[in-house]
């Protein structure tokens, strides 16, 4: 990896040699909170399930404005199949590559390097700034910031503005900035089938074949027009086992 000139550049690729598989943090909310502790920020390490989360604020009083984020990166899947190892991070052709750099080891420097650059002009500025980093995100994501912010509003912490550093751009880099995100709702089907033999189906129940003609009507069933700022509703079916 060659040195760059960039702080920002710098500490993306130290957090992508941090192999943070879901939900390990594997040490990027230390390394992150090594830059801001000499800033002033108090970090609070917090732990749920086998979730880490890092709330880290600078500042007393409100209004309260939140860097989210989440350290945690997909599996990498067969690294045969990538041109670099994912987690040895290179730049070539002007991009940087490494499982993470978009989604999102990138913003989470950003982050970073955004409040040295303030903190360093506005030593005495007014409210607060907070990084929530949760390490569940690419995963069952239930530990993390709805823990966090139900443990924030049990002691009546308010977060007033909140950016989220997921990637959202289309064709380059910021040309696209999001005003919120959709939410989701997740659920469980359990359908319930006769054992048999695939040699004799007639004395059997296929639970896969009963699920299939719902599981399609679901998929096609029309939910809303979304709007301007959202696109429509849509059905997803993620797993069958």
Same mark, same amino acid.
């Given at each position: 990896?060659?040195? !760059? ?23 990027? *909310? ?20 086998? +979730? ?13 404005? /939140?860097?989210?984020?989440? !350290? ?41 390097? %955004? ?11 007014? @409210? ?12 069952? /994501? *239930?530990?993390? +910031? ?7 509003? %049990? ?14 751009? +289309? ?18 089907? !359990? #359908?319930?089938? #006769? *054992? @048999?033999?695939? /040699? ?7 639970? #896969? ?9 679901? /998929?096609?069933? $029309? ?9 429509? !509703?849509? $059905? *997803? ?5």
């Amino acid at each position: 990896m060659q040195t !760059t000139d960039s702080p920002t550049l710098e500490l993306a690729v130290d957090l992508i040699r941090r192999q943070s598989v879901t939900p390990d943090d594997a040490g990027c *909310q230390e390394l992150m909170m090594s830059r801001l502790a000499p800033l002033g920020f108090t970090g609070e390490n917090l732990r749920f399930g086998d +979730t880490d989360i890092l709330w880290a604020r600078k500042g007393s009083e409100g209004p309260v404005l /939140a860097f989210a984020g989440h !350290t945690d990166v997909v599996p990498t899947g067969p690294e045969k199949n990538w041109s670099h190892p994912p987690f040895d991070p290179v730049i070539r052709d002007g991009y940087l590559l490494g499982r993470g750099a978009a989604d999102m080891k990138g913003s989470l420097a950003a982050f970073v390097t %955004a409040c040295e650059r303030f903190v360093a002009s506005y030593p005495d500025h007014r @409210g607060s700034i907070a990084l929530l980093i949760t390490s569940d995100e690419e995963g069952p /994501a *239930q530990h993390g +910031t709805v823990k966090v912010v139900e443990t924030l509003e %049990a002691r009546n912490e308010k977060i007033d503005w909140c950016l989220i550093g997921e990637p959202s751009s +289309t064709r380059e880099v910021g040309d696209v900035i999001k005003n919120g995100r959709r939410g989701s709702l997740h659920g469980y089907l !359990t #359908v319930h089938g #006769v *054992q @048999g033999h695939v /040699a004799y189906p007639h004395l059997a129940e296929n639970p #896969v074949h009963l699920v299939a003609p719902a599981l399609d009507a679901l /998929a096609k069933e $029309f939910w809303d027009n979304g709007n301007d700022f959202f696109p429509p !509703t849509t $059905f *997803q079916i993620t797993k069958l086992e």
